[in-house]
């Protein structure tokens, strides 16, 4: 299996922790684990490098979840970086403007493992 | 010419006593899956919430109130280190974070589940409280309902408050 780097944005460095840890539980191989906790910090983290996967929170301060989707879809090498996005939302609307606007995905909190496992594997294809 | 709104105004939607029934689904949902344990609802000791941290997270929109998560610090660590490894039981500040998280996913759970909530009500970022002297007032009319989960033979309580 690949070992992967990913990018977890969320304002919440107790979630950004969940997140990590839900994804190591859920089997995958992380070599590398950036965070940021607004999404203009999570531009600038992927203006440094190959990802193979962002997982995002929707509700932030200074920069939220949908505003960083189309700010990264305008970024030409950020293009193919599959996004899941993660909220405690229970809104449908939301959540179809995040899929709208170019997530791969989306996780509902409170998840499991399992969950995420079932979420994020299809979304890596050539990268495992 | 037709015109389009983005978002529809928000209908208030009024307290309802089932909601405790609703309530108790969103919590023990929310601690199985974060923390892996299965509570189970039991009597509130003296009628009142108690213990030294409390997380709340407030609610605007159809909703207005606030739904609050109160235990012990000693079951706030345990809690937290089910929730993120043994550095969140010896972090003061990770115990408080991971409690306010829970508090945050059970009302996110909660509105999900209530017809007409999940695109109308938002939801505040989380508060922790840190001891127990202290007495919530909530400006009249208001409604509330209290549940009290059972958990290595303490209570972590849970509580939605709402204005009517």
């Not at chain 2, 089932?18 to 000791?45: D, H, N, Q």
């Not at chain 2, 159809?62 to 660590?77: D, E, F, K, N």
């Given at each position: 299996?690949?070992?992967l780097?990913?990018?977890?944005?969320?304002d919440?460095?107790?979630?950004?922790?969940?997140?990590?840890?839900?994804?190591?539980?859920?089997?995958?191989?992380?070599?590398?684990?950036?965070e940021?906790?607004?999404g203009?910090?999570?531009?600038?983290?992927?203006?440094?490098?190959?990802?193979?996967?962002?997982?995002?929170?929707?509700n932030?301060?200074?920069?939220?979840?949908?505003?960083?989707?189309?700010?990264?879809?305008?970024?030409?090498?950020?293009?193919?970086?599959?996004?899941?996005m993660?909220?405690?939302?229970?809104?449908?609307?939301?959540?179809?403007?995040?899929?709208?606007?170019?997530?791969?995905?989306?996780?509902?909190?409170?998840?499991?493992?399992?969950?995420v496992?079932?979420?994020?594997?299809?979304?890596?294809?050539?990268?495992? | 010419?037709?015109?389009?709104?983005?978002?529809?105004?928000?209908?208030?939607?009024?307290?309802?006593?089932?909601?405790?029934?609703?309530?108790?689904?969103?919590?023990?949902?929310v601690?199985?899956?974060?923390?892996?344990?299965?509570l189970e609802?039991?009597?509130?000791?003296?009628?009142?919430?108690?213990?030294?941290?409390?997380?709340?997270?407030?609610?605007a929109?159809?909703?207005?109130?606030?739904?609050?998560?109160r235990?012990?610090r000693?079951?706030?660590?345990?809690?937290?280190?089910?929730?993120?490894?043994?550095?969140?039981?010896?972090n003061?500040?990770?115990?408080?974070?991971?409690?306010?998280?829970?508090?945050?996913?059970?009302?996110?759970?909660?509105?999900?589940?209530?017809?007409?909530?999940?695109?109308?009500?938002?939801?505040?970022?989380?508060?922790?409280?840190?001891?127990?002297?202290?007495?919530?007032?909530?400006a009249?009319?208001?409604?509330?309902?209290?549940?009290?989960?059972?958990?290595?033979?303490?209570?972590?309580?849970?509580?939605?408050?709402?204005h009517?």
């Amino acid at each position: 299996m690949k070992k992967l780097k990913v990018l977890i944005v969320d304002d919440s460095s107790v979630m950004r922790k969940i997140v990590e840890r839900a994804l190591r539980q859920a089997g995958l191989e992380l070599t590398e684990v950036l965070e940021a906790s607004n999404g203009a910090e999570a531009l600038v983290q992927v203006q440094k490098g190959s990802l193979d996967m962002i997982l995002s929170d929707i509700n932030m301060p200074v920069m939220d979840g949908l505003e960083f989707l189309k700010n990264l879809s305008t970024i030409e090498s950020a293009r193919n970086i599959p996004v899941v996005m993660i909220t405690t939302e229970g809104s449908e609307a939301r959540v179809v403007e995040a899929l709208s606007a170019g997530a791969k995905g989306y996780l509902r909190k409170p998840f499991t493992p399992e969950q995420v496992k079932e979420r994020v594997t299809p979304l890596l294809g050539g990268s495992l | 010419m037709t015109l389009a709104t983005k978002t529809s105004s928000p209908t208030a939607v009024r307290f309802d006593p089932y909601w405790k029934s609703i309530m108790e689904c969103a919590a023990v949902e929310v601690f199985e899956l974060m923390a892996g344990l299965r509570l189970e609802l039991v009597a509130t000791p003296g009628g009142e919430a108690q213990g030294e941290q409390t997380a709340m997270v407030g609610m605007a929109g159809a909703l207005r109130g606030m739904i609050t998560v109160r235990c012990s610090r000693s079951a706030a660590g345990k809690l937290a280190s089910l929730m993120l490894g043994q550095d969140g039981a010896t972090n003061p500040a990770m115990t408080r974070d991971a409690l306010g998280e829970i508090c945050n996913m059970i009302a996110g759970n909660f509105k999900a589940k209530v017809s007409n909530l999940a695109d109308h009500c938002m939801l505040s970022v989380p508060t922790v409280i840190t001891g127990e002297d202290y007495a919530m007032d909530t400006a009249s009319p208001h409604d509330s309902v209290t549940l009290a989960l059972a958990y290595e033979g303490e209570c972590i309580c849970v509580s939605l408050i709402t204005h009517s």
